[in-house]
């Protein structure tokens, strides 16, 4: 079976009547970004299931805009994940849904360009049109309540808010938290049951403890604020441009479906004028987090430090000071999420090394958008090849040439799949 036909196979086995799981076992529920990217991959052979997709997940919005990392659909029958909703326990926030269990976090902001992709291919203008206003009143949310002294740069309060859960870059953070703060959680794993070698590809419970103990801190305050020193309040370089991604495409949408953009056009200014002010260090040449709560840059080399491309952030000059940074990277083709050089670097864990291809996805797209075709068609060829190559895994071994050696985590693993799709068809 070709690549194509063995992605599509996967989207369909994932396919769980009005949403996909984003692996499974292992992630058994809706993921927020996860269903972004793969509504945009499935826009193409199924465009019924793509809006279906994006439906049913903005059907767990709640009252306030606020859009949930997961929704928790069917969780009676589901025990495989941890934590579970009644952990979460969304009720204790006035706005939750009160028909679909959530988290009560938020991920990166992808279903504006998703919306974008979804006109370009022609699907339904009506239900694109009921979809933007729900895109509008999530991103009403973040600027709300998540925005940074009226930067236009919104806030994230757990690093399951990235995406990318245990990169380097939250380590300094995670060590801060005094260890009395989180010793005596106690808690049952699911996900080490989940994939094979877990203690070498998943975070550690150490990790787990703080990431609890956040989310604790976070539900004692109904979701809604952060409390009083708390230790994790980060400006995302690769959320922020997420953010800038979409409301880029949504004012193209809003400006075709005749909707009123001046208020996302405005807050893009913003956003914009601010972003380098806070992201860029001119010194390394390179983006970085900013965390709030010591006022500066966390300096490491991940892959974030590339990521403002996908929305053509930086100036042209600056986009080939980046390229040249990753082209010493130890002659690796394609962006590991954290550079091999950096301290904390392990090629088999998780968001400390390997290979993810949303990641390369959005840096491919970003390329292509400059003109930089030589290195886009590369990137691109490169990505399609290793998830041939090892399987379509959740996330790979950067240094692994070896035929047949298998990626790691979830197997069958969504996202993957539907992003393999787009550049196969790009
Ligand atoms: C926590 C579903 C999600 C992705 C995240 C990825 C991983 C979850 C976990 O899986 O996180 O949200 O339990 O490890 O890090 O980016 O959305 O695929």
């Given at each position: 079976?070709?690549?194509?036909?063995?992605?599509?196979?996967?989207?369909?086995?994932?396919?769980?009547?009005?949403?996909?799981?984003?692996a499974p076992?292992?992630?058994?529920?809706?993921?927020?970004?996860?269903?972004?990217?793969?509504?945009?991959?499935?826009?193409?052979?199924?465009?019924?299931?793509?809006?279906?997709?994006?439906?049913?997940?903005?059907?767990?919005?709640?009252?306030?805009?606020?859009?949930?990392?997961?929704?928790?659909?069917?969780?009676?029958?589901?025990?495989?994940?941890?934590?579970?909703?009644?952990?979460?326990?969304?009720?204790?926030?006035?706005?939750?849904?009160?028909?679909?269990?959530?988290?009560?976090?938020?991920?990166?902001?992808?279903?504006?360009?998703?919306?974008?992709?979804?006109l370009?291919?022609?699907?339904?203008?009506?239900r694109?049109?009921?979809?933007?206003?729900?895109?509008?009143?999530?991103?009403?949310?973040?600027?709300?309540?998540?925005?940074?002294?009226?930067?236009?740069?919104?806030?994230?309060?757990?690093?399951?808010?990235?995406?990318?859960?245990?990169?380097?870059?939250?380590?300094?953070?995670?060590?801060?938290i005094?260890?009395?703060?989180?010793?005596?959680?106690?808690?049952?794993?699911?996900?080490?049951?989940?994939?094979?070698?877990?203690?070498?590809?998943?975070?550690?419970?150490?990790?787990?403890?703080?990431?609890?103990?956040?989310?604790?801190?976070?539900?004692?305050?109904?979701?809604?604020?952060?409390?009083?020193?708390?230790?994790?309040?980060?400006?995302?370089p690769?959320?922020?441009?997420?953010?800038i991604?979409?409301?880029?495409?949504?004012?193209?949408?809003?400006?075709?479906?005749?909707?009123d953009?001046?208020?996302?056009?405005?807050?893009?200014?913003?956003?914009?004028?601010?972003?380098?002010?806070?992201?860029?260090?001119?010194?390394?040449?390179?983006?970085?987090?900013?965390?709030?709560?010591?006022?500066?840059?966390?300096?490491?080399?991940?892959?974030?430090?590339?990521?403002?491309?996908?929305?053509?952030?930086?100036?042209?000059?600056?986009?080939?000071?980046?390229?040249?940074?990753?082209?010493?990277?130890?002659?690796?083709?394609?962006?590991?999420?954290?550079?091999?050089?950096?301290?904390?670097?392990?090629?088999?864990?998780?968001?400390?090394?390997?290979?993810?291809?949303?990641?390369?996805?959005?840096?491919?797209?970003?390329?292509?958008?400059?003109?930089?075709?030589?290195?886009?068609?590369?990137?691109?060829?490169?990505?399609?090849?290793?998830?041939?190559?090892?399987?379509?895994?959740?996330?790979?071994?950067?240094?692994?040439?070896?035929?047949?050696?298998?990626g790691?985590?979830?197997?069958?693993?969504?996202?993957?799949?539907?992003?393999?799709?787009?550049?196969?068809?790009?």
């Amino acid at each position: 079976m070709d690549i194509e036909a063995t992605c599509q196979n996967i989207l369909d086995l994932n396919w769980q009547e009005k949403f996909t799981i984003p692996a499974p076992g292992l992630y058994p529920f809706q993921w927020n970004w996860d269903s972004g990217f793969i509504a945009l991959g499935n826009a193409y052979n199924y465009p019924e299931r793509a809006l279906l997709e994006i439906e049913t997940l903005f059907s767990g919005q709640w009252k306030n805009g606020f859009l949930p990392h997961i929704l928790f659909h069917n969780f009676e029958s589901k025990q495989s994940y941890f934590p579970s909703a009644s952990y979460w326990d969304s009720s204790v926030s006035e706005y939750a849904s009160t028909q679909i269990k959530s988290t009560g976090i938020t991920q990166p902001p992808v279903h504006g360009f998703v919306l974008g992709h979804m006109l370009k291919n022609g699907l339904d203008r009506k239900r694109i049109a009921d979809l933007f206003d729900k895109i509008i009143n999530y991103h009403k949310y973040l600027y709300n309540c998540r925005n940074y002294k009226d930067t236009g740069l919104v806030a994230i309060w757990h690093n399951w808010e990235s995406g990318m859960d245990n990169s380097v870059v939250w380590d300094d953070i995670f060590n801060r938290i005094p260890k009395e703060n989180y010793i005596d959680i106690q808690f049952q794993r699911k996900d080490v049951h989940e994939v094979e070698n877990s203690s070498e590809t998943r975070p550690e419970d150490n990790d787990y403890k703080r990431y609890l103990f956040l989310l604790n801190e976070l539900k004692k305050n109904k979701y809604d604020k952060v409390p009083e020193n708390y230790p994790f309040q980060v400006l995302c370089p690769v959320f922020n441009t997420i953010l800038i991604k979409s409301n880029q495409s949504l004012i193209k949408v809003g400006k075709e479906l005749n909707k009123d953009t001046l208020w996302i056009e405005h807050q893009l200014e913003k956003s914009l004028n601010n972003f380098d002010n806070y992201f860029w260090n001119s010194k390394d040449e390179l983006y970085y987090p900013y965390d709030i709560n010591i006022g500066k840059q966390v300096c490491k080399h991940y892959i974030g430090n590339f990521i403002p491309v996908f929305a053509q952030i930086p100036e042209i000059n600056q986009v080939h000071k980046l390229m040249k940074k990753w082209n010493t990277e130890k002659g690796l083709t394609l962006f590991p999420s954290v550079s091999p050089e950096e301290k904390g670097f392990q090629r088999k864990n998780y968001w400390r090394g390997p290979v993810w291809v949303n990641m390369n996805w959005m840096i491919w797209k970003g390329l292509a958008a400059y003109g930089l075709n030589d290195q886009a068609i590369k990137l691109k060829k490169d990505t399609i090849t290793m998830v041939k190559n090892h399987g379509v895994y959740e996330y790979f071994d950067p240094f692994s040439n070896t035929f047949n050696d298998p990626g790691y985590g979830g197997s069958d693993f969504s996202w993957t799949a539907a992003l393999i799709i787009d550049m196969i068809k790009n």
